[in-house]
């Protein structure tokens, strides 16, 4: 694992998007603070400068490739985990990829790809809320670190460096053949919460085994992909 460090950058996603071809595989771009943090569905990822983790993990390998759902969850579950080793309890998963603790968004996770004719990378951006201790209130989800809810600051570096270990051995696992399903089901924070998708309301029965959302209205089920469910009709 190599690791290109920035104290600002615009965004460690947009980096790799534009310089994969010269960078290999499996290296980390982190910086203290981002100008443009882009969040899932066209939104801004804000943190204050060196208070929290930001990061983002290329994958060249092809191999990982046709994993792509699995791999956005499973860094969640990573990360989740790394939390819990660092005394963060009642930590939850919300499909498809951020990390809740009792109805607080600690970690946000963004998945993307560059294609040409064929997929060439994946990138994982990944936002976790160490020691920045106020947030705005302009949230649809209130955010909250790990400096909220532990009291004490924690040692970026070692926690950086935990992390990172554990993303890579995780993923590693899940292109072995590893099934993450039965762990990752136990954490399912949406079930039993209500979504829209499609103007309607619906029921979330739970994640299915290949990571899209089971949703049920009236009796009637549909699978969705990330992005197809909001929480506002
Ligand atoms: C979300 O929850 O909407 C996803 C947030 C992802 C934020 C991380 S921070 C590091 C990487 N660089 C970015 O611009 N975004 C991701």
Redesign the pocket.
């Known amino acids: 694992m190599k690791e290109i460090h920035f104290r600002e950058i ?5 980096y790799l998007k534009e310089n994969y071809a010269s960078v290999s595989d499996l290296t980390i771009v ?2 203290d603070y ?1 100008s ?6 066209q ?1 801004v ?1 804000d ?1 204050k400068p060196g208070e ?1 983790l ?3 993990l290329l994958i060249k390998d092809s191999d990982y490739f046709p994993l792509y759902k699995a791999i956005s969850i499973v860094s969640a579950y990573s990360v989740m985990k790394t939390l819990n080793e660092y005394g963060i309890e009642d930590t939850m998963i919300k499909w498809p ?2 990390i809740y603790v009792r109805g607080q ?1 600690i ?4 998945l993307e790809s560059v294609s040409r004719n064929e997929i060439e990378c994946l990138i994982i ?3 976790i809320n160490v020691n920045q201790q106020a947030f705005g209130t302009d949230y649809i989800h209130p955010p909250v670190s790990m400096r909220n809810i532990l009291n004490k600051e924690t040692d970026m570096n070692e926690f950086k460096v935990t992390c990172f270990s554990n993303l890579l051995s995780d993923l590693e696992k899940l292109k072995d053949g590893y099934d993450y399903y039965p762990e990752i089901s136990r954490y399912d924070y949406l079930r039993g919460q209500k979504v829209f998708h499609e103007g309607k309301e619906y029921t979330v029965e739970g994640i299915n085994e290949d990571y899209t959302l089971k949703l049920s209205h009236d009796g009637q089920e549909r699978n969705v992909e990330a992005g197809e469910i909001s929480f506002h009709s």
């Open positions: 615009d965004s460690t996603n947009t982190s910086a981002q443009s943090g882009k969040g899932r569905n939104r990822w943190s929290n930001l990061f983002s990829n951020d968004k970690c946000g996770i963004l951006g990944i936002g």
